[in-house]
């Protein structure tokens, strides 16, 4: 996620140094096509104006479904952040016998295979395995999720078989049984929503002839006002500037569980639940929240 | 569903040569008319304009619209994955007495029923019955379900009635029948979802109308420019070619249950959840995921 | 529900021949005072082109909307579909003592007033009153019903008396009256919401004023383009043709409960539950799906 | 709720007039500004053209969200009346012992104090406490109620009060109890949902910059065309005519419980819930239906 | 939120003056750049049209996406005040022995505890820390929590195991803890869900791209109309004024739990909720609603 304001003109080019090139290559030779070529041809200006308008619309339209991906996916991630909170305080208060007081050994291990759950989801989406998630599963979990194709899956099954124990020794009655498995189904929807939005290509043609009728604009736009001389170059790139640089802003919003600047800040939200579960653990060690890189930047 | 960022020449042309073809005989029709026969006759720019503008405004409705309904689809068989694994996690984990060990008989009869649900009801939606379904299910049942129209909801049926079994066994109590009852109402609800976009047709005037009006503003626009000459052509296509494949990309989605290249992937998306609760039954076998086609292009 | 992609030259005239005729006198009249009464004044382009850009918002703003109560009206009763399958599905594997076989008396009534619960709403939205809802009443229930204002809503209410007495006599247990008073509450809750589309009126202002803005746009386009001759009253109606066509195309949609051709299909929904439901009875008698109107064109 | 397709002349000046004759005065203000003062001043079409594009814009935003806030509330009132009946229905078919034939004098109470929670929420949401709401409370209720800021609130509580006499009586059990509860709860949603849209108001600088920039372009139009002489104040006018309509008939809607003739109806929607409650109770004398005001022109 | 319709000229300068002043000296440079540097070059105007409608979409996707920010954060303080006070009314109704009459100490706890609630998490929101949730804590309970990072999910926390003690000493049946337990997560779930809002910054990249553009398209629309003299500044500056406000009315929507005058009025939700609680709990002192700050401009 971007955390600041105001962009440095090195971000700005780093964004879009390599689509300035070549606007403004495309510009020249449409500039001295124009002039040189198509001598006495003169397009007039509602002309790219049309196309334009039409292109800013298709534009607006990505841009829209996008950020809706975007969002979507913060949703999701923070009804895990939600229901996680839900699922550690359903375990410490309700899930032992009346008068047992502290937590037990079985809640605190059923919270922090809970934690293994998210780091492995996290993992998953972001395609690229770490095995951090092994650190909250004893030996005998770790083993038994190594077969599975689906490592987030196979932990969510281990707390249902769990589950089922609490329940055979009377320390949850049927309602907090149906409660918890509740939260059980929300973990399995929120990894698989989060599944569908990083396998679901949004639609390429979309994407790819945004790109191409940018083009057409950009040296249509340097044609109409090729007149003014060869500042109809620069005339030509500002417009190509404005239409390319918001087509690249949506679109890196496109794919929000990538490792990049943009994307959902996963480890940040990952790590402020384990500070919450932790915490309510009464653990001595609380890992510290996930800081912004680059002097601020962005978090990742 | 798409796959490659990057369309090949080809396939553009794949997509859009007939109507290039009639676009550029009605852009050079219209350049004729307006200089030989409506000499004199300056139609000015504004009007195509206004016309385009408008016309963009419908097209990107009807995108909208195209779109909503294909993420829909997708959202509905995101849904189903999910449940799927709670329906399977349920049987796996709660449908035993206390003292049984392992997977029951009964359970994976009732998993790999669901398998076969999940076959039928994509052969249905796309139109093409091919008894895939029938390996999931046995004889007794094959017979049963040929009987019916929808065949899917008669599997449903099936699984009803064996979920009353279970109960009447004392395997589940009325909490873990309800919450599988919901799962069985949830997968009614994906089937008549479904259905529901696979059998409405988006409203066909929109369709029929837009396509008439971007013909309209081709051949405006074409004697709106006949004053550059021939070249008046190529600009009359140029328009058309933008706002006809967008509108095209558009109609592309649909219909997301139809067996295109564009469609919603049922066939992986059935495969995933095929291997993940085949996995989870620890079978043997378990098939490979579904691979794209024609070198990456798409996935069905 | 309108079902052939390709309009008919003969149907689009039929939608808008009255309104071509007004706009063909309204463009000529404009025509004619521009030309002789108001020599020498030069409307320019731009005027027009501002006012149609603002009114394709507006077009666009209510087409929206009108899409939008469409698609919800479908909606509502593609989920009635899902929740009369259930309720069939409920009644007829949970509904009576673990040793009965075959479907109980009781049940198969509680079925068939759901079809009568379907057919009364059905008429009630179209306000067609047409007692086909009576068949499947038994006599007791008939008269009963017609003391209401609404029928589908009485209807409803002895169904839950029934499902009380289901329960009175220890067929159902307390989990399956609540799933099953849920679905009785989902069948007011589609009930309420259709009834809620059918009678509340689109801000009448809305299309009054846009309708109005239409006339004032296509008035002013000819008035614009005068000086091209007689052709700017073909031009006039052009621009009309585009913005009323795709008016009265989002007109078409806003009352989906009329008995139109774009309408929602309620025969036809109604049908499919209704050989859905009969064939789990085992009925030998079963209708057939309803069939499209005026050679494939539409469906009710 | 407006009734009424066309709307006649009287009504549209009604709604319109001071604000055309403002419109006029400053058009014939900034004609004779720019003819007289600005001599040789030629503000170019464009201009104004760019600034009504983005107003149409932001114009069309504000409809946007006003349609939405009335639209909400009427769903809001939709689901009070499915709520409603279900209400009724819950206690007409389930409350009593199973011995007990008819309605209970405590179910005919609960029954017509939830009326009185209806009629008491809409004299709020109108700020015109009118004391209707009194009817259907004994008179300790309606003594008790008194003390309390929120009286619609005030009469659940005594609803969920008489809903655990229910229970202690052994009337209904734990399920029933849950689901009449959770209809409370709705209520009290419904409640809150209606007092968030009344008590917030849309961001009002949206409201009043919108209406600054209309005021801009009028002037801007006048002046862009003022060489067409005195004409330019009428084409003025009638941009600002377009603008200013379209803006005020989203206005119309933005606050939808007011007392106004383009408001939600709560008078006819609380009487037809008045109307199918009483009905079930099979009182003798029912309401009649609310009729629509001013010679069928609006429904309050 | 903001609650006077017509802003003082004050205000407006208040809100704008910075941008102004940059914008008039934008505009001068510009239009002295374009008439004393680049003589005999004239933009076309179409150029700059081209740019503004394109922007303005722009704009208008980022406003949209504030106020739905802004109008979800209402919503999800609608529906704490809904769920406060069913929590209230369960507790109050429900939970003490049948033969007890009144409120219990235990109930009154709740209740308050759930006031501390509420003062945490809103000052948690506004990142200012002001220990007013304390007053509604027992001692110990103030203690506990100081240690948490998350002070309102601690005090959720409280709640939970107090709930536990409720059902250990048979106050509440099963279905009860279920139905208020549902309320400590949809606690939990309006804690999250603000924070979602408050923590994700909305992609700056847009933001600052779209300000940049704006100041483009000032600059390059003053260059189009320099040919009307020192004027062409002043309807730069119109344009500016027109896009800059409508840009920063959007933004300060986007963060709606700052403390700022339009944002979310946290202080008197609160209030309303307290004031509705402590009138149930007979409570002799009850503070006076929260009144609007300088004059009625706003609330907090």
Known sequence: MLLKQNLSLYRILKITWQIDLAMLASCTAAYYLDTLVFKGWALPGTFPALMGTAIAFFIGFSNNEAYSR?????????????????????????????????????????????????????ASLRRKPDGLYEKYLCEEDRNHVKGFTNIPNAILDIQARELQILQDMNYIDGFKFM???????????????????????????????????????????????????????FLGWVIGFVFHTTHINGMSLMNPFELTPSSIPLDSITRTIEINLLEGLGEKYIPAPIAPERGGEFIL
């Open 70 to 122: 975007w969002w979507e996916a913060r949703i999701i991630w923070g009804a895990l952040v939600n229901d996680s909170r839900s699922w550690a305080r359903n375990l410490m208060a309700y899930s032992h016998p009346a008068d047992y007081k502290g937590i037990s050994r079985q809640e605190e291990k059923m919270i922090k295979r809970h934690l293994a759950f998210l780091y492995a989801l996290k």
């Open 179 to 233: 409660m918890m498995n509740n939260l059980l189904q929300n973990f399995t929807d929120g990894m698989g929503k989060s599944e569908r939005i990083n396998n679901t290509v949004f639609p390429t043609t979309y994407v790819y002839f945004t790109k191409l009728f940018i083009w057409l604009v950009v040296v249509l736009v340097t044609m109409a006002v090729s007149s003014l001389g060869p500042s109809s170059i």
